[in-house]
């Protein structure tokens, strides 16, 4: 690189605005098809278990405490995602969403990485008494 050639992108530089953003200040805007976090709807749920079996992640587990009086608990581990939006498509009564607007992911205890959905005294019960988490199946 020449000295020359140099001196003309300092310049430049020097008189033009940054290109960084302020991200934690000012938060950018997301494509409105954008997939964030997943979120689930209880009330909706009749425990077909097709989120769950359709999941190329194996993200989502349906617990079924008891079907006839549809108490579910659907443990989602963020941290497998792939925010492919299939469990969206495959749940027939649309309990599933996944907003634009719930993207900040980053945390630094592993805790957090797992998120449970359901009434509060069925996701008490289960975290009670947990179960397994469902092994990565292998091909």
């Known amino acids: 690189m020449k000295i020359g050639s140099m001196f003309k992108d300092i310049l430049k530089s020097f008189f033009s605005a940054p290109v960084t953003e302020t991200y934690p200040l000012k938060k950018p805007q997301t494509a409105k098809r954008f997939r964030g976090r997943l979120h689930f ?49 495959s749940c027939k009564f649309k309990c599933i969403t996944m907003p634009n607007d719930d993207w900040e992911l980053a945390a630094l205890d592993t805790e957090k990485f797992t998120a449970y959905f359901g009434k509060d005294e069925d996701v ?16």
Not at 128 to 137: C, G, I, V
């Open 41 to 89: 709807d209880p009330v909706k749920c009749t425990g077909c278990n097709l989120c769950s079996k359709d999941c190329p992640a194996y993200a989502l587990e349906v617990i079924i405490l008891d079907r006839a009086a549809k108490r579910f608990v659907v443990r989602y581990n963020i941290d497998r995602c792939a925010y492919c939006g299939q469990c969206i498509q």
């Open 124 to 139: 008490a019960r289960v975290l009670e008494n947990p179960t397994p988490s469902a092994p990565l199946k292998e091909e």
